[in-house]
């Protein structure tokens, strides 16, 4: 099992930016990939960012691209996405997860989850 905990989002006007952390304990030898997704009220869940944490190959959502940076710290277990000239639209919970077989873009790519946290983006 693998544990995450986000932290880092809050309210941000239009234009700003956050940066969102994902701490994962437990098994963590088993991770292949983490990546980003979210959620906005009424709406499904969106792939965001993903990266493989064997090397440093890197995917990204189209509606991030070039605003949003996913990276990680190997030795601290721990995921990052900057996210750089926010808009409205942005506003959801993110959430990180583990894949242990492989970097997907989907769900059900990954097999862990955290709890979430809350992104707001005033206009």
């Known amino acids: 099992q693998v544990q995450l905990v986000e932290s880092g989002g809050g309210l941000v006007r239009a234009g700003g930016s956050l940066r969102l952390s994902c701490a994962a304990s437990g098994h963590t030898f088993s991770i292949y990939a983490m990546g980003w997704f979210r959620q906005a009220p009424g709406k499904e869940r969106e792939f965001v960012a993903a990266?493989?944490?064997?090397?440093?190959?890197?995917y990204y959502g189209d509606s991030v691209k070039g605003r949003f940076t996913i990276s990680k710290d190997n030795a601290r277990n721990t995921l990052y996405l900057q996210m750089n000239s926010l808009k409205p639209e942005d506003t959801a919970v993110y959430y990180c997860?583990?894949?242990?077989?492989?970097?997907?873009?989907?769900?059900?790519?990954?097999?862990?989850w955290g709890q979430g946290t809350q992104v707001t983006v005033s206009s």
């Open positions: 997860a583990v894949g242990e077989k492989r970097v997907g873009l989907t769900q059900r790519d990954y097999d862990y």
């Open positions: 990266i493989n944490w064997r090397d440093i190959i890197t």
